[in-house]
């Protein structure tokens, strides 16, 4: 077979930077600009305030979060207090290309031809579900890049098991573990055991690349099980619960629970709501002298939720949702079913995006019915709900992503095949092996956790997610393309 010159080599990597550069300037043209406005609004966010005075402090006391998506964009903030906004635009532009050229690659390790692996890799930078999120200042993008580079190393580390690269791909397996709580101390341990297990030939490399990405997780746990009572790394567990549980009651049936004495009053008030409406349920703690954790408010007018009388509400909740799942599961089967609604909803049809959606609605239209299969639009979650209400509920399927439904199975089952079915795994290079089974996992897992423990916003959930679906689909196309080859030889 004739070696492609250095030149033709380049040829994928082009063609995807240059669809980058196109659609992005495109979308600008159509309206679309950076938003920084979750920096300032959004509860996951310390006070931008105390980002550019007292971070370090804050980072420290913050148990609502694991630190490291606040200590990314604050240290941001505190160089750029002014200008932030722009700062941080440039840093996810630059996420933005090397998530393109990273999908391409990854998909090119896996022997992935080029053109299927640079169309499938366009057709997902050109997503306005992928510009939305490289225009909008939360953790998703980054949780993405950090997954693709993620199997890139480990493939690298299977190639040629050494000391040096276990260290990096378990550094970005704990920068996982420090964004976002999903990626808990199981995860890091299930997949270091894994490895160990997939590549015997490297475990001594394995536990030392494991064992300190464990011991500074069990250090952030230990912290917070100190200063706060709780061994994790994000005390929102609890109050999380009342969403998919207490908030799921009808007002009907949280007044039947509350006089039965199942639940408490807390059962009839929003999670998350600010911390006034619980003044009548809760004791407020004394101050400590500690910005983050005294503040009601923040500097921008939101609720701090890592004020510390929040801690009492988490208890709380907690124990109204064990209740409800224990005497009420149908509360709790109805979140089950909200989230995985959600979770095959395109990328883009998210709240927080509907004001920089409508900026380009038609396109976003368009791509979401030919793409995903979304054939009918609706304007809130709750028009859904009166669908549902309204006895409708089989063209409910029509306004989530049906393509989506069907699509992302197939290729979880098909993955699935070849990781566990030994006639199958003999066909893939080792490094191919161990690579798709970890990215199969992390599918599984991050899949589990989001859709059983949140509700609502699975799709975002779900989108760091989506190029490891997209290398599993451009591995089956290639399966595919070489026997309708094959098949087309034969014929002649």
Not at 30 to 57: H, S
Not at 103 to 125: D, K, N, Q, S, W
């Amino acid at each position: 077979m004739m070696r492609r010159s250095p030149v033709t080599s380049r040829i994928p990597e082009l063609v995807v930077l240059f669809a980058w550069v196109c659609s992005r300037v495109l979308y600008y043209a159509a309206g679309l600009r950076f938003n920084a406005t979750p920096v300032a609004k959004y509860w996951q966010f310390i006070d931008p305030e105390l980002m550019r005075t007292d971070l370090l402090r804050s980072l420290f006391y913050l148990h609502m979060q694991p630190p490291g998506s606040n200590l990314l964009i604050g240290m941001v903030v505190k160089v750029f207090p002014h200008s932030y906004p722009t700062a941080l635009q440039i840093f996810y532009l630059a996420q933005g290309v090397t998530i393109a050229l990273a999908l391409l690659r990854l998909m090119e390790l896996f022997r992935v031809p080029p053109r299927i692996a640079a169309g499938l890799t366009v057709l997902f930078i050109v997503n306005p579900g992928c510009v939305l999120y490289e225009n909008f200042a939360t953790y998703e993008y980054t949780v993405l890049l950090l997954l693709l580079c993620a199997a890139i190393a480990l493939f690298r580390f299977c190639q040629a098991p050494a000391a040096g690269r276990s260290l990096a791909f378990f550094a970005i397996v704990l920068a996982l573990v420090m964004i976002r709580n999903q990626f808990h101390l199981i995860y890091v341990c299930l997949v270091a055991a894994g490895l160990a297990w997939m590549v015997p030939v490297g475990r001594r490399a394995v536990l030392i690349g494991c064992l300190p990405a464990i011991a500074l997780t069990l250090a952030l746990y230990a912290k917070n099980w100190a200063l706060f009572g709780a061994f994790t790394g994000s005390t929102w567990a609890g109050m999380n619960s009342g969403v998919t549980t207490t908030y799921q009651l009808t007002p009907e049936e949280a007044d039947r629970l509350i006089q039965s004495g199942v639940v408490s009053p807390l059962a009839k008030i929003t999670p998350y709501s600010e911390l006034p409406v619980y003044y009548p349920y809760i004791k407020m703690p004394p101050k400590t002298g500690i910005p983050v954790l005294d503040q009601e408010f923040t500097s921008t007018g939101h609720a701090n939720f890592n004020h510390l009388a929040y801690l009492q509400l988490h208890s709380m909740y907690l124990a109204d949702s064990t209740a409800v799942i224990r005497h009420y599961p149908v509360a709790y089967a109805r979140s089950v079913m909200i989230a995985w609604f959600a979770y095959f909803l395109p990328a883009s049809d998210l709240h927080s995006f509907d004001e920089d959606r409508r900026k380009i609605g038609a396109f976003d239209r368009i791509f979401s019915a030919v793409l995903f299969g979304k054939f009918r639009q609706a304007d809130s979650r709750k028009d859904l709900r009166a669908i549902k209400a309204s006895g409708h509920s089989f063209t409910l399927p029509l306004y989530t992503g049906m393509f989506l439904m069907v699509m992302l199975p197939i290729l979880v089952l098909w993955a699935a095949a070849l990781v566990l079915v030994p006639r199958l795994r003999k066909k893939l290079p080792p490094e191919q092996a161990v690579t798709l089974a970890f990215c199969l996992f992390t599918i599984l897992f991050v899949t589990a956790v989001s859709n059983s423990l949140s509700s609502f916003e699975n799709n975002r959930y779900r989108f760091p997610l989506d190029g490891y679906y997209l290398l599993i689909l451009g591995m089956l196309l290639t399966r595919l393309a070489a026997a309708f080859r094959s098949g087309g030889v034969r014929a002649r």
